[in-house]
């Protein structure tokens, strides 16, 4: 079965300071994997997808996030945290290929400093 | 342009009793999906319905939970019996099509007390 491992559960960092969220996941195959973010009190919130394309992924509001299969990892970068960024934040994989029947990670709720 | 909509927001229930929450997709999409999200936790899957079918209900945790989704479009999630443990917020998220991305709903804050 496929599963992901979020290794930090609350991560602060300061306005304008890069964000970095780790993320390991374990698949028998290759698999789809997606980061998701969750506002307080707004719905969950697709960040970026990998599907094999390319193993840098680009997302909405700067966020990037890097495949790498050799450690099997899919950790989340921002260059320059903005107070907005505030959430809690959902690695995730896609338990059979192609389809939505997602597994999410715990979660990493992401504190910003002013 | 509405998105996923989910009702009630919240839901308070007496242990053992029935309820019954409502999510409307996203108008035109075939593919609806329900999770369950624990408090400190993230989302589980539920049950996927493609069309009017439940496509997969492996995530349902017993039989007190059963879904429908009668003319493709509006779907029910039904908690028969509830007990304390089935307090969570539940979500719901659909897809134009299998594969596509999905959109959630804000979800309902289910309370058994």
């Known amino acids: 079965a496929q599963s992901v491992t979020q290794l930090d559960s609350h991560v602060s960092v300061s306005e304008g300071t890069p964000v970095l969220l780790r993320c390991n996941y374990s698949s028998s195959y290759s698999p789809s994997l997606f980061w998701y973010v969750q506002h307080p009190n707004k719905g969950l919130q697709l960040l970026l997808k990998y599907t094999s394309a390319a193993t840098l992924v680009k997302g909405i509001n700067g966020f990037e996030a890097e495949f790498k299969k050799s450690e099997t990892s899919f950790h989340l970068t921002k260059p320059s945290a903005h107070m907005s960024d505030a959430a809690e934040y959902f690695c995730v994989v896609s338990e059979i290929q192609g389809a939505q029947k997602l597994v999410f990670g715990q979660g990493t709720r992401l504190t910003i400093n002013p | 342009g509405a998105g996923v909509s989910q009702t009630p927001s919240n839901k308070v229930t007496e242990k053992g009793k029935y309820v019954e929450l409502r999510c409307d997709p996203i108008?035109?999409?075939?593919?609806l999906y329900w999770y369950r999200q624990s408090l400190g936790q993230g989302p589980e899957f539920l049950i996927y319905?493609?069309?009017?079918?439940?496509?997969?209900d492996s995530g349902l945790p017993n039989d007190r939970f059963f879904a429908v989704r009668p003319e493709g479009s509006v779907s029910t999630l039904k908690i028969q019996r509830t007990e304390r443990g089935d307090s969570a917020v539940y979500l719901c998220?659909?897809?134009?099509?299998?594969?596509?991305?999905?959109?959630f709903g804000n979800g309902t804050r289910l309370t058994v007390t």
């Open positions: 998220a659909s897809s134009l099509e299998f594969g596509s991305p999905l959109h």
């Open positions: 319905f493609q069309g009017t079918g439940a496509a997969d």
């Open positions: 108008s035109g999409h075939t593919a």
